[in-house]
């Protein structure tokens, strides 16, 4: 069971905790809405400095909230303001609207006119809606981008779809980002991620009967949990062998990029099956401390796990690789061009690693239905789940806020930088996860601990690293992981 900061609210998870905190155990609505703004109120606090506070407010219960906190901010002598979007109050705006009103709260219609700076409280929309947005929406976020000033957005920015972090249109573009209970897939997964700033979660009492978690981040301190259980080993055997199917003449590197990281990651014995003569002169070059061996028609017998595909560009070298998925039983990791070579489900112990154009070619190929990398952009948590139901592997779809999808669950990344978006950085990755399968970790944990190493390797480097670099720096990693990282949600109480 995944711990409960790391679980995530769908929409659908979210609106049904709602109705049974407010109609099943009798909390009413307004409780819950004082302590959401009191939370926002506090954010805002630290955020604004001296400036005043804007609140946009959309029509419902979100700019309620909106109206709330700007209220508060009132009571404490901070120069608020809420501004009404909209004609239609729903009644808990209404109500708040009166409220806020009797106790002297600025309340206007419309943007803000003025070129004064101020903290910007996106109160719009929430959670429930799904963009792409529509007026006044659109302009009133594209308003809000343009100011200068901090950002805070209540629940969810708005134009950020909560379940998969699509934003097919503008979205505000928060600094922090209140949201309630449990955060949102939307909030992590690409592009919205981007979006949501430092997310903040915010206990306010509210009580779900879906203890699910279908959806979740991967957790620093879980990750560091099962890294503990690993045995440092008395020798080189006792911490796994990696065979590595890889290298064309060509592209020898990915092989040689696999092998290092399954060695900085802890791998006792990496084995490279190639009859290509520019793959042993690399290793030769570059990484003396790897094995290579002819291919034969059991790759590296002697090994335990395999990584299966960085550099494989020729089709004469990918021959009997459908084989080898469907039949060898040792777990492996499958990468690159082997990717095509997959035929269909495997009850063997598989992990795939696609990036996204790979992911669309992919799900093209097994289902007869013209994918695009924009289409898994779109919705890259329905893709992992696709792609996991089509082969029976543990999937990790990599890009920003990498992905780890099983039959059960899907799990966001909170790790990783632009120095990952090199050349051979997938090659790492694939590397790092089969070391750790090397050293019994499942596929599943095993997935969700490389990529949350190989993220946090990345961040430890600078824009013009390479691949090498990624790899000498997951041992570092590896050597001190820390329980905690900046993009996991903060918590407080309400």
Do not use: Y
């Amino acid at each position: 069971m995944t711990r409960a900061p790391a679980t995530l609210w769908t929409r659908s998870q979210a609106a049904a905790a709602d109705r049974h905190t407010i109609t099943g155990l009798g909390t009413p609505s307004p409780v819950l809405m004082e302590r959401a703004a009191l939370c926002c109120a506090r954010e805002a606090l630290a955020l604004r400095g001296e400036r005043p506070v804007w609140a946009l407010c959309g029509p419902g219960n979100n700019g309620g909230d909106g109206v709330a906190v700007a209220r508060i901010l009132h009571g404490w002598g901070v120069p608020a303001r809420a501004f009404l979007l909209t004609s239609r109050l729903g009644p808990e705006l209404a109500q708040q609207v009166a409220l806020a009103e009797k106790l002297g709260v600025p309340i206007a219609h419309g943007l803000p006119e003025g070129s004064e700076e101020a903290l910007i409280v996106d109160a719009m929309l929430g959670t429930g809606a799904a963009p792409p947005l529509h007026e006044p929406f659109a302009s009133a976020v594209a308003w809000a981008n343009g100011r200068p000033g901090p950002k805070l957005a209540i629940d969810i920015p708005t134009g950020i779809d909560a379940d998969t972090g699509a934003t097919p249109g503008p979205a505000f573009a928060a600094d922090v980002t209140v949201t309630f209970v449990r955060s949102k897939p939307g909030l992590h997964v690409t592009p919205g991620r981007a979006a949501a700033g430092q997310v903040v979660v915010a206990d306010i009492g509210i009580v779900s009967e879906d203890m699910s978690d279908a959806t979740c981040l991967i957790d620093p301190a879980v990750v560091v949990d099962a890294l503990a259980g690993l045995r440092p080993g008395s020798h080189k055997g006792e911490r796994g062998h990696v065979g590595i199917v890889g290298g064309s003449a060509g592209t020898p590197g990915a092989a040689v990029l696999a092998g290092a990281a399954a060695l900085r990651a802890g791998a006792g014995l990496v084995t490279i099956a190639s009859d290509d003569p520019q793959v042993q002169a690399q290793l030769l070059a570059h990484r003396p401390e790897l094995m290579v061996q002819a291919r034969g028609e059991r790759p590296v017998p002697a090994a335990g796990v395999l990584v299966v595909g960085p550099g494989l560009v020729r089709a004469e070298d990918r021959v009997g690789l459908p084989a080898l998925w469907r039949d060898d039983p040792r777990p492996a990791v499958w990468d690159a061009s082997a990717l095509a070579e997959i035929e269909g489900p495997t009850q063997q112990p598989r992990v795939i690693t696609p990036h996204p154009a790979e992911a669309a070619r992919l799900l093209s190929s097994r289902t007869g239905e013209a994918w695009t990398t924009a289409q898994v952009q779109g919705d890259r948590v329905a893709a992992a789940r696709a792609l996991t139901g089509l082969t029976g592997a543990v999937v990790v779809l990599k890009g920003e806020g990498s992905l780890v999808a099983s039959e059960a669950t899907v799990a966001v990344c909170v790790s990783g930088g632009p120095a990952l978006a090199t050349a051979g950085s997938g090659d790492c990755l694939a590397g790092v996860i089969a070391a750790l399968l090397g050293r019994k970790l499942s596929p599943w944990v095993g997935a969700c601990a490389g990529v949350h190493v190989h993220g946090v390797a990345g961040e430890r480097l600078s824009v013009g690293a390479v691949a090498l670099d990624i790899a000498d720096a997951v041992a570092a990693v590896l050597a001190a992981p820390e329980r905690t990282h900046p993009r996991f949600p903060r918590r407080m109480l309400g």
